[in-house]
């Protein structure tokens, strides 16, 4: 697997480097909005509902803005300081590479997180289809490396345990947090709560258009043109969106030996996972 290697981290090949290696100064607004998750948690999903919430009820849903726009390893700081307020930026980087300015600056923060099985299956497919890693290995070895922090973000549970000690540690800091499967049970309760927590008092129904408009085979159609295509020229960002697809992957021997693992490492974790609805 092809990836970029920093301060003792992995990182994607699509990624710029420059960025990766000087993220601890890059700019913060009081009135940016940062969103952060594991790669392949809804971050997608999520960064179109907190971009529909800002726009308001005027907004059509289709104008053609991509997360990768916002997102900070994509390229220098410096080009991300035209872009207007409130800016939507996201990242994948772990709680202690965060910009220093997110305790100096504190801009509403919101962190997604998802069951680790499907995290796994769906890495599994994004390193497969995206060339510039020219992966090819199966389930198995993947499932191992991934395990062992050798892909981009390091070990699942490091990144969701430190990002849970760091809000833990700074109760100053205004954070929404939320899980893949507590969206896609109940997509407008938490849709409700999060235009809640940026400060609308939207009315039902305009939440609901959003719940409509990023439904995962809406979203699919709208934005998967333009993503990035597998081989077989299928987006790789839009796939299944499933809660659950893990079983059509993982042998009763690997969920085992993941949920020890899962078991061992989240021992001290408050967050409930969900693997199934």
């Not at 890059?26 to 800002?54: M, Q, V």
């Not at 035209?82 to 930026?89: D, E, G, K, N």
């Not at 509403?108 to 890693?133: M, T």
């Not at 998967?224 to 993982?250: A, C, H, I, L, Q």
Request: aromatic share 14%; charged share 25%.
């Amino acid at each position: 697997m092809t990836l970029i290697s920093y301060k003792g981290r992995y990182g994607s090949p699509q990624f710029n480097e420059e960025a990766l290696l000087n993220m601890d100064d890059f700019p913060l607004r009081a009135d940016d909005i940062l969103l952060c998750s594991y790669s392949k948690s809804g971050c997608h999903w999520i960064w179109e509902i907190l971009r529909l919430l800002i726009s308001g009820p005027d907004s059509t849903g289709q104008e053609k803005i991509d997360k990768e726009s916002y997102m900070m390893e994509w390229r220098p700081y410096n080009q991300y300081s035209s872009l207007p307020s409130p800016r939507i930026l996201n990242n994948h980087m772990t709680f202690d590479m965060q910009p220093k300015d997110l305790l100096v600056k504190k801009p509403k923060l919101v962190f997604v997180y998802r069951n680790f099985k499907d995290v796994a299956v769906s890495f599994y497919h994004h390193h497969c289809g995206i060339h510039e890693y020219e992966y090819s290995g199966d389930f198995g070895s993947y499932l191992k490396r991934w395990a062992s922090g050798q892909t981009d973000n390091g070990t699942p549970w490091s990144y969701t345990l430190g990002w849970e000690n760091g809000i833990s540690e700074h109760p100053e800091l205004p954070v929404f947090v939320t899980s893949f499967e507590d969206l896609k049970q109940d997509p407008l309760t938490q849709v409700r709560k999060l235009s809640e927590y940026l400060g609308f008092s939207y009315q039902d129904d305009f939440l609901q258009n959003i719940c409509d408009l990023t439904d995962f085979s809406a979203m699919k159609k709208r934005k998967g043109p333009n993503s990035f295509k597998n081989k077989d020229g299928n987006p790789v960002m839009y796939r299944k969106g499933e809660v659950g697809d893990w079983k059509n992957t993982f042998t009763v021997a690997q969920s085992e030996w993941l949920d020890q693992m899962i078991a061992r490492e989240m021992a001290e974790s408050k967050l409930t996972f969900k693997y199934t609805l």
